[in-house]
């Protein structure tokens, strides 16, 4: 359907909200002036409780429904941090703060829930709780985690719970998602080979760590090619390694670090297990010893069947059926929304950002047509999903 006027009149402003947010990005759990940016708003647009320092520096509306009494409650969460990039465009808006830029979108994300949560107070047109989620530290701090840790569902009844991530090259006015596995669990490697140090002409007197992680690394490519199954995704990816002082001296130890992705918790599982067998079993071949450790992040963000349908059907009114793909690949990045479906039901969604530069580049910005499809979008499920 065409987006409505009254959405249309609210772009102007949410427009105005996300400059005014790119100019000033902040990291991490360190966005006090964006969580006050929003809570002021919230309480300007007449939400009925606005409650903030929920996981650090998250902040939290609530909307109370005008269409009679109801208990029902569900979550719409945006998050707000940015990334430690030096921005790369020349807007008129760039960002102010050498170092930091939202090259995530972040800023679209939280303009677009603001414009969504104007809207809904004006109109209440629904029963039960719309609950307006700003959330900090996506970006690798798992704030998600941090707004659950300190009651977040269980203090505002939440009982589903909608994302929703701008994705480049994706046409402006599409969505795309699907059931189950949406983005991969994210984990950490680092890989500490100790063999015998020595002369760099006389490598028959030591055991050479450079070579030994050499091996490594190629060997744990064969997980992926070997250990998984073909129809599954995985990845694992060295992308640091560290070793020696000088060009005549083999070094004592070398020092790997990566990542692996994974979609399925059975398959993360066994990664794990073939890293600590891969690494131990070649040390011990070679003579020297590979300590392991691996860290596990974000989990997978699964998508739950049923909110999976209704998001979709939320989308078609919003953008027409042929621009909503319910089949969409995985994608192997990761997101901390993965908590909260641990947490509640719900879904993950994809809003198109058109030909725009990738995610966490210096060149991307998020595109602000995309933001009345946002809008419409956040006001059409609350409006649907709390219908009287």
């Known amino acids: 359907m065409p987006i409505r006027p009254?959405?249309?009149?609210?772009?102007?402003?949410?427009?105005?909200w996300r400059r005014e947010i790119h100019q000033n990005p902040e990291l991490l759990y360190d966005v006090e002036e964006t969580a006050k940016f929003v809570a002021d708003r919230l309480r300007a647009f007449g939400c009925d409780e606005v409650k903030t320092a929920i996981g650090?520096?998250?902040?939290?509306?609530?909307?109370?429904?005008?269409?009679g009494p109801s208990s029902r409650a569900i979550g719409l969460r945006a998050d707000m941090d940015a990334l430690p990039i030096e921005e790369e465009t020349n807007l008129?808006?760039?960002?102010?703060?050498?170092?930091?830029?939202?090259?995530?979108?972040?800023?679209?994300?939280?303009?677009?829930?603001?414009?969504?949560?104007?809207?809904?107070?004006?109109?209440r047109d629904f029963a039960g709780k719309a609950v307006v989620i700003f959330q900090p530290a996506e970006e690798g701090g798992a704030g998600a985690m941090a707004m659950i840790d300190d009651g977040l569902m269980d203090q505002f009844g939440i009982e589903e719970v909608y994302g929703?991530?701008?994705?480049?090259?994706?046409?402006?006015?599409?969505?795309r998602l699907r059931k189950g596995p949406l983005m991969a669990a994210a984990d950490e490697i680092t890989i500490t080979v100790e063999g015998v140090g020595g002369h760099g002409a006389m490598p028959h007197h030591g055991v050479d760590p450079i070579v030994l992680g050499a091996h490594i690394v190629t060997a744990l490519q064969t997980i992926v090619s070997r250990n998984v199954d073909p129809l599954d995704s995985c990845v694992v990816s060295i992308t640091q390694?560290?070793?020696?002082?000088?060009?005549?001296?083999?070094?004592?130890?070398?020092w790997l670090n990566g990542t692996v992705r994974t979609?399925?918790?059975?398959?993360r599982d066994a990664v794990e297990k073939r890293i600590h067998e891969i690494a131990g079993g070649l040390a011990a071949a070679a003579g020297a010893t590979a300590r392991v450790e691996y860290r596990r992040s974000y989990p997978s963000t699964v998508?739950?069947?049923?909110?999976?349908?209704?998001?979709?059907?939320?989308?078609?009114?919003?953008?027409?059926?042929?621009?909503?793909?319910?089949?969409g690949a995985p994608v192997m990045g990761a997101e901390d929304f993965s908590f909260m479906l641990e947490a509640r039901p719900g879904a993950f969604i994809f809003l198109g950002n058109g030909d725009s530069a990738k995610l966490h580049h210096p060149s991307y910005d998020f595109n602000d047509a995309a933001l009345p499809y946002g809008i419409s979008y956040w006001v059409e499920l609350a409006e649907t999903a709390l219908a009287p």
């Open 164 to 175: 929703m991530h701008n994705m480049p090259q994706l046409p402006v006015g599409s969505f």
């Open 263 to 267: 979609l399925k918790a059975a398959t």
């Open 56 to 67: 650090r520096t998250g902040v939290v509306g609530v909307i109370e429904g005008a269409k």
């Open 241 to 254: 390694f560290h070793a020696g002082t000088a060009n005549n001296i083999i070094p004592q130890s070398a």
């Open 303 to 327: 998508n739950h069947a049923r909110q999976t349908d209704f998001a979709a059907a939320v989308a078609r009114k919003v953008a027409g059926e042929a621009h909503v793909d319910t089949d």
């Open 6 to 16: 009254a959405i249309k009149d609210i772009v102007p402003d949410a427009q105005s």
């Open 92 to 123: 008129p808006y760039r960002s102010k703060t050498p170092g930091k830029m939202h090259a995530c979108g972040h800023d679209g994300h939280t303009a677009m829930l603001l414009g969504a949560a104007q809207r809904l107070a004006q109109t």
